[in-house]
Nanobody
Framework: QVQLVESGGGLVQPGGSLKLSCAASESGFRGYAVGWYRQPPGKQREFVASITYGSDTYGGRTDYADYVESRFTISRDNAKNTVYLQMNSLKPEDTAVYYC??????????????WGQGTQVTVSS
């Protein structure tokens, strides 16, 4: 069974940056689009960003939630079976547990695997 491991979260001041990583065991991201999601305290999980598989010369098509406002960048390294989320200009409302998962497509965001533990991001002064 593919396991998803998110890392890179932490406590950061407003305006700061963090880079999250997500690794899948057993080459679980091969051929799949991957999405980042987050679950703010007391709220449901919501979409953050996604990226298609891409190719050797193309990093993949990306898509973002409107509230990201160009602050976040999703990328992937298929050789490492890892997906990243660079988050800049963080706001207190970005506080959440962040998750990743392979998804059926960039438009049909049905998760493929069981969710991992996520990584906590806290934005506070």
């Amino acid at each position: 069974q593919v396991q998803l491991v998110e890392s890179g979260g932490g406590l950061v001041q407003p305006g700061g940056s963090l880079k999250l990583s997500c690794a899948a065991s057993e080459s679980g991201f091969r051929g799949y689009a991957v999405g980042w999601y987050r679950q703010p305290p007391g709220k449901q999980r919501e979409f953050v960003a996604s990226i298609t598989y891409g190719s050797d010369t193309y990093g993949g098509r990306t898509d973002y939630a409107d509230y990201v406002e160009s602050r976040f960048t999703i990328s992937r390294d298929n050789a490492k079976n890892t997906v990243y989320l660079q988050m800049n200009s963080l706001k207190p409302e970005d506080t959440a547990v962040y998750y990743c998962n392979a998804i059926r497509s960039i438009t049909i965001r049905t998760p493929v695997y069981t969710w991992g533990q996520g990584t906590q991001v806290t934005v506070s002064s």
